[in-house]
């Protein structure tokens, strides 16, 4: 191979790169390494299993009782179906001043709320209630092993051994445009920019109360299934790579995509309605990496639909009726269908290695079917919702029989993979490719990185070597043909760099069984799973069980090809962190789960190796400052106000003396951001239209300097306002120290001059 050599641009970046590594090594050696902990759990950190609740203490030092503290609903039990519970919750995190989770992009940060992020909880209980299971969706990028930690510390303080890690599943949306700084394993909390305690509690308040909303709410039900196909919605991003998979079984599929979507109805006795859980193949990535906003993505813009049709006259966010559109089989699959292109030159670049003629891998991007990508998200959310409408009002088959849940941890970096009869390999320590840092036609990374990049560089190398040290031969003989770029399970400081102990989980009702997958399985690496699982269940007399992936669920793991893909070195194969055989590995431990449920011996399953609990994690690089106010003016003045008169269709924009918001994930004594009003004369009141859960509102954020920002709220009048006099309102908090004194943060909020809305001049 040629020696390569570097454009002035490229020393630079290297230099800068170099130096912003070095730096970030130092302080977290400097923060960690004298003072890290870690909770092994050994006597001082356990979870319930099926039999025995325990009585210890967890990391937040509160005392657990294997006696509930919260009361049980009563429970009839002389009916056929479920008793069924729904929640949901806010557990949006900060806003601003925080790095938002999915694309790491340096610079990519919060500055603002498109939407809210919830989370959303089912309880499902057979008829005597003598068993139970619980599946939470959220709206983040993904579960992180701490948040499932925690969440379940605090399920066992508050409920005892009735929620466990066997029998409850927390499972991320996976948009890429919620706030990061929830992890604990060190190569996330990089990419976080440190760990965030307040994005992190408030996540963990949002699914604690969404669970204990559905806990209170249980009641006698009935649960219907339905699938249909979703077009329009999907492309695969590595179609190269999933050509590597054998024709035969290639030819089994009319796709390389998996169009299914697989959705539960679920309603009372009477049939009055409660929720629906839908589960469909697509990257919540309509929101690119120039965004800035946090919102839910298209998938979230779907439950907004169905949960805005089913609760009339409620604002978003409330109402009894929950709708979610959890993940599934997403690792290869994008939701922009217009495919990749040369932005420079609008040639295709759907190639191996994604890459442009001109300008390289950067200029290779994937757009969606909209103007812009807010239009994308809504145009994508839009047709999800749609046949999840047409599924759900025509679902009629009905699940029924008993309720099990079986759940394993795994040392994933030390799994024997059996190949056949006589021939055995291993997966391997984690280890991240050179393809990882190329990123994806949804959002490419930085360097000019490249997909399929199946040799190392040696300038790469060597600066990877000066800093982290040398990965082992080991580690790379295990990993081939990936050439490494960062050997994260040989590296431990402050803390690990990823995760070796790994969730496996399966909750099955009646003739349905839900696999919880920790990371992002491609289109095919599902297949085999589901496929596998059937069969599983079928040769121990479970037969023509329905098989769902779960994505993004309790830890995350990257990504999970086949073996067949991993030999193409794309994005996803590089970040299939355990090696070539890792799908095989999960498809093992699966297997022996729907076993134990199929015979009925769950209670014979060994728990396996505990994971850790970290303390003394990486702050937050941003730090925190006092606000201040221009000279002269206080917090909420309106700096420009609104016009007095719109016409439909047009922006309403207000500008205020602003204060960080991040203060609002804190002191929570205001709900939303923002409201949009209507004056109503016959009652004299004012009525409340929109929130910033409403995806027809925007707040942004004007960071300056010194403590100094400026607030901006926009409403995007829609077709549906009706004529009259209406006034926005901003809701904030400030950070206030009188030295020496703590900080304290306080609640303030602005009612500016109303205008009027108009359909014709």
């Known amino acids: 191979m040629a020696k390569r050599t570097f454009s002035t641009l490229e020393i630079f970046l290297i230099f800068l790169f170099v130096l912003m590594t070095g730096i970030t090594v130092a302080l977290l050696s400097l923060l960690f390494i004298t003072s890290g902990t870690t909770e092994n759990h050994t006597g001082e950190y356990r979870f319930p299993t099926t039999q025995i609740p325990p009585a210890t203490q967890g990391p937040t030092a509160i005392q657990a009782s294997p006696t509930p503290s919260t009361p049980e609903p009563t429970l009839f039990q002389n009916f056929s179906g479920y008793h069924i519970g729904v929640g949901r919750a806010d557990c949006t995190g900060q806003v601003a001043d925080i790095i938002l989770m999915g694309y790491s992009k340096t610079g990519q940060n919060a500055r603002g709320i498109l939407t809210r992020l919830y989370s959303r909880a089912f309880i499902m209980a057979e008829p005597d209630g003598s068993s139970r299971v ?31 890690r066997d029998n409850v599943i927390l499972s991320g949306t996976h948009t890429h445009s919620g706030p990061a700084g929830y992890f604990q394993y060190t190569t ?96 919540p990535v309509s929101m690119n990496n120039s965004n800035h906003l946090v919102n839910s993505d298209n998938v979230g813009y779907a439950s907004y639909l169905f949960e805005q049709e089913k609760n009339k006259g409620y604002l978003p966010g409330e109402g009894p009726y929950v709708a979610a559109f959890a993940s599934s089989n997403l690792g290869d699959v994008s939701p922009n269908i217009l495919g990749p292109h040369c932005i420079n030159t609008g040639e295709s670049c759907d190639n191996a290695n994604s890459t442009c003629p001109i300008g390289g891998p950067s200029m290779c991007i994937a757009m969606g ?156 690496s599902g297949r085999r799973l589901r496929e596998a699982v059937q069969e599983e269940f079928a040769t121990y007399g479970m037969l023509n069980i329905t098989v769902l992936i779960s994505g993004l669920c309790n830890v995350y793991t990257h990504y999970i090809t086949t073996y067949e893909e991993y030999q193409a070195q794309r994005y996803e194969a590089a970040s299939t962190i355990y090696g070539p055989h890792t799908l095989s590995a999960y498809i093992q431990r699966f297997r022996v789960l729907a076993k134990a449920i199929a015979t009925d011996t769950v209670a014979n399953l ?25 000279v002269g003016t206080t917090f909420g003045d309106v700096l420009q106000p609104a016009n007095p008169t719109y016409r439909v269709g047009e922006v309403v924009e207000v500008t205020f003396v602003g204060a960080n918001p991040k203060n609002s994930a804190e002191n929570r004594t205001h709900q939303t951001f923002l409201t949009v009003e209507k004056y109503e004369a016959t009652s004299a ?63 303030f909020e602005s009612t500016p001059s109303t205008f009027d809305v108009v359909t014709t001049w």
């Not at 969706?137 to 399920?155: K, T």
């Not at 699940?399 to 391997?428: E, I, R, Y």
């Not at 009048?717 to 900080?743: C, E, L, M, V, W």
């Open 369 to 524: 079917p909209g103007q812009d990508m807010l239009d994308s998200t809504q145009i994508i959310g839009r047709i999800i919702y749609e046949k999840a409408k047409e599924l759900y009002a025509s679902a009629s088959q009905e699940v029924t029989g008993p309720l099990a849940s079986a759940h394993q941890w795994v040392n994933m970096t030390d799994v024997t993979v059996w190949l056949n009869s006589t021939h055995t390999a291993k997966t391997c320590k984690p280890a991240l490719g050179y393809s990882f840092a190329a990123g994806t036609i949804d959002g490419f990374g930085t360097l000019n990185f490249m997909q399929g990049t199946t040799v190392g560089d040696p300038s790469w190398d060597s600066i990877r070597d000066q800093i982290l040290g040398k990965p082992s031969e080991e580690i790379k003989e295990c990993q081939k043909p990936k050439p490494i770029l960062l050997h994260t399970g040989e590296l431990s400081k402050p803390h690990p760099w990823h995760p070796d102990i790994v969730d496996v989980q399966i909750i099955t009702l009646g003739f349905l069984a839900i696999t919880a997958i920790p990371g992002e399985f491609t289109t095919m």
């Open 685 to 747: 009141t004012w009525q409340i239209m929109h929130n910033d859960a409403s995806w027809e509102t925007r707040f942004y954020w004007h960071k300056g300097l010194l403590g100094h920002s400026n607030a901006t709220i926009q409403w995007h009048i829609p077709d549906t306002a009706q004529p009259g006099t209406y006034r926005i309102r901003y809701f904030g908090h400030n950070r206030k120290q009188n030295s020496p004194k703590p900080a304290v943060i306080l609640s």
């Open 606 to 630: 060994s728990s396996g190796p505990e994971p850790p609990f970290f303390k003394d994690l990486m702050a937050p690089l941003i730090p925190n400052t006092v606000d201040r106010a221009p």
């Open 134 to 164: 619980v599946f939470v969706s959220i709206e983040i990028g993904m579960v992180s092993q701490r948040l499932r930690l925690e969440v379940l510390n605090r399920l066992q303080s508050k409920y005892g051994s009735l929620y466990r």
């Open 188 to 283: 996330f909390v990089i990419a976080s920019e440190g760990f965030s305690n307040r994005t992190f509690e408030y996540m963990v308040a949002g699914i604690m109360k969404s669970i204990e909303i559905a806990h209170t709410n249980m009641k006698p039900g009935k649960i219907f299934i339905n699938k249909g196909n979703v077009d329009g919605a999907q492309i695969n991003r590595s179609p190269s790579s999933y050509l590597r998979n054998p024709q035969s079984e290639r030819a089994r599929y009319s796709s390389n995509t998996d169009k299914e979507m697989v959705l539960l109805k679920m309603v009372d006795l009477n049939g009055d309605d409660l929720g629906l859980i839908s589960w469909f193949a697509v990257h």
